[in-house]
């Protein structure tokens, strides 16, 4: 048995203080972040993938019908949408001559570069509509819509005229968008990435 307590211990009890401890090589320096503000009772960390914005998904799907909507009636109107326009056309032709554009530059060129443009818009919304490991199906999808409009218009419509050309330039719009689509998610990523980081160093969760 040990020796008799000291009462004086038992009344005034000896608080230790903790002695200060050399630092080692394998020693962790947190430095102290400022206090979390954000309002919530508790912060869960999770490996689950956050949920994907419904609305995004529905409001690209209404712009996608939408405008392949107005695709369709522009490409499958029983007499081409230029019928009785040849000589505003031949004006404006004239005025782009006059301010600079090559002679070169006729109805043909015209008739191609406003394919080209009338699938950008195209190309782009199904890009962004598309999960981001799948873009690529945008530079399917479009061209094959073309193929098909094509080929109704060669055995359904005789007014119309089914061309390979149409085709192309259809598909280099179509690739145009979907660049354009590719670069402003990959924009908005690093943005993303930036607030993300940014809002974890604020938490103090950075090690």
Not at 62 to 82: E, F, K, N, Q
Request: hydrophobic residues 50%; charged residues 15%.
């Amino acid at each position: 048995m040990g020796g008799p307590v000291d009462p004086g211990h038992l009344l005034h009890p000896t608080i230790q203080t903790p002695r200060a401890c050399a630092p080692t090589a394998d020693s962790t320096f947190i430095r102290k972040q400022p206090p979390y503000d954000g309002g919530m009772d508790e912060l869960i960390m999770t490996d689950q993938e956050p949920p994907k914005s419904r609305v995004r998904q529905q409001l690209g799907l209404t712009l996608v019908l939408a405008y392949g909507t107005i695709v369709l009636l522009a490409t499958m109107w029983p007499t081409p949408l230029d019928q009785g326009f040849e000589s505003s056309i031949t004006k404006l032709l004239d005025v782009l001559h006059r301010n600079g554009v090559p002679e070169w530059f006729g109805y043909n060129k015209l008739e191609f570069s406003a394919n080209v443009l009338m699938f950008v818009p195209l190309g782009f919304l199904v890009c962004m509509l598309l999960p981001v490991r799948v873009w690529w199906l945008a530079l399917v999808i479009c061209p094959g819509m073309s193929v098909a409009i094509e080929l109704t218009q060669a055995f359904a419509l005789s007014a119309r005229f089914a061309t390979v050309s149409d085709v192309a330039s259809n598909s280099v719009g179509a690739l145009i968008g979907a660049i354009i689509a590719v670069a402003l998610r990959a924009a908005i990523n690093q943005r993303d990435e930036k607030i993300i980081a940014r809002r974890i160093w604020e938490l103090g969760l950075a090690r």
